[in-house]
Structures are given as C-alpha cells and as structure tokens.
C-alpha cells in the first residue's frame, strides 16, 4: 500500500517547544500524486474558507438586519476556542506540574 505523509511544523524545530503535525493518507488507486495532493490542498483551503465564512453575514441577513444565524455561528466559534483554550491551559498546567515535581530542569 502507498502513502503520502505531509509535515507541518511550527518554530524552527531546535527547541523542545515546536509542534510537528502529520497528515498520513493512501494513495490505492490514485494515478498523479501531486494532483491528488493538490487537489486534497484545494480541498482544505475551500473548507477553512467556508467554516470562515459562516461567521459573515450574508446580504440578505444584513438587509433585514436578521443576526441570528451569525449569532449561533460566532456563539459557536466561542465556545470552541473557549475548550481548546481550557485544554491548552490544562497541558501548561500538568508540564508545570512536572517541571516542579522532577526538581526542575536539568542543567546542559
């Protein structure tokens, strides 16, 4: 079976602070590589832009000055940055926790 893996990083990969992202995805029956790839990247752009989008209001809505839906939308973008925030907090909290239990850092 063929894969493709995709990395993505953050940072300049010399400290222990980057993140790395892996996107692994088969290639069974797929011809033309790079068009399977950049079709899949065309795929993702066009998905962040309509998740994007939905925080806009349309003509129509702004006309009849009807908010609800971008209310729902913004109130739902919320709370999903809300819980990964909460989670990021919770992850800096238990390396604290560490740091502090294993007696700090080790010197080079």
């Not at 209001?57 to 609800?68: G, H, I, N, S």
């Not at 209310?71 to 390396?95: G, R, Y």
Request: hydrophobic share 45%; with cysteine; proline share 3%.
């Amino acid at each position: 079976q063929r894969l493709l893996c995709y990395l993505s990083a953050t940072g300049d990969l010399v400290d222990n602070h980057d993140i790395m992202h892996f996107v692994v995805r088969g290639t069974e029956g797929v011809d033309n590589v790079d068009q399977d790839h950049q079709a899949w990247l065309d795929q993702q752009k066009a998905l962040a832009a309509m998740q994007q989008s939905e925080l806009d209001l349309r003509p129509a809505e702004a006309v009849q000055r009807d908010y609800a839906r971008a209310l729902a939308a913004h109130t739902a973008s919320l709370k999903a940055l809300s819980a990964s925030v909460d989670k990021l907090q919770q992850q800096m909290e238990f390396q604290l926790a560490s740091i502090q239990a294993g007696g700090g850092l080790a010197p080079p």
